[in-house]
């Protein structure tokens, strides 16, 4: 089946650092979403992404659709110890409704 | 604004049991989706409604079916309960089958012994 590889798998940063994770695929998707998942909640929609080379903002966050549409990122500037979490990257293939989840990435701020 | 809402919180089950989860759907929006979720994992698209109807379909079998009723809310039922079954079961709504931005409850966590 369709794969997104997310990475890294999880992050240790200190408090104030910028943080950037990618998911990238070998297939082309129409769309890409950001989430957040906290212990116990379902994901929270960060941000939504529906062109090539779109670059959207939500406050400290920043994500990219990749210009080949098989990759998006997503930076965080001056992290937060509320930032800690998991971050799902999902896609969205052509025709096709399903959106496909990146494994996440595990951000944890030293202390 | 009424976010979306999910039960049980969680539920403990015996293998060969049966199982129905439910899910209100955020005020205004018509479309659900079910997603299995096991740890350590993201979600697992099981399949979507839409206006009453299955609109997508992920690669479960078909002990796991589902229901939306007229107010838009939902119920996932799994049948002949496996021990894989249990993971957290997410539900999302959003508005129009096209609409990918969906919001998500808080799940329901499904143990199965």
């Known amino acids: 089946g369709q794969q997104l590889n997310q990475s890294p798998q999880s992050m240790f940063i200190q408090e104030g650092e910028d943080v950037s994770m990618n998911c990238t695929s070998s297939?082309?998707?129409?769309?890409w979403l950001w989430y957040k998942q906290d212990p116990g909640e379902g994901p929270v929609l960060l941000i939504a992404l529906y062109k090539a080379g779109e670059l959207t903002s939500n406050g400290r966050l920043t994500a990219q659709f990749g210009i080949t549409r098989k990759d998006s990122f997503l930076n965080i500037s001056a992290s937060i110890p509320s930032d800690v979490g998991i971050y799902f990257c999902a896609g969205q293939l052509d025709s096709n409704y399903q959106l496909i989840w990146g494994a996440g990435t595990k951000l944890i701020i030293k202390p | 604004e009424t976010g979306v809402t999910q039960s049980p919180t969680h539920l403990i089950k015996t293998r060969g049991q049966q199982v129905t989860l439910r899910c209100s759907s955020q005020?205004?929006?018509?479309?659900v989706s079910w997603y299995q979720q096991a740890l350590g994992q993201g979600p697992q698209f099981i399949f979507q409604?839409?206006?009453?109807?299955?609109?997508g379909r992920g690669n479960f079998p078909p002990r796991f079916s589902g229901l939306q009723f007229p107010n838009y809310s939902s119920e996932l039922n799994v049948n002949a309960l496996e021990l894989d079954d249990s993971a957290l079961y997410l539900c999302?709504?959003?508005?129009?089958?096209?609409?990918?931005?969906?919001?998500f409850g808080p799940g329901t966590r499904l143990t199965v012994t």
């Open positions: 297939s082309i998707f129409n769309t």
């Open positions: 999302a709504s959003s508005f129009g089958q096209d609409s990918y931005e969906q919001y």
């Open positions: 409604y839409y206006r009453e109807e299955e609109n």
């Open positions: 005020s205004g929006h018509n479309t």
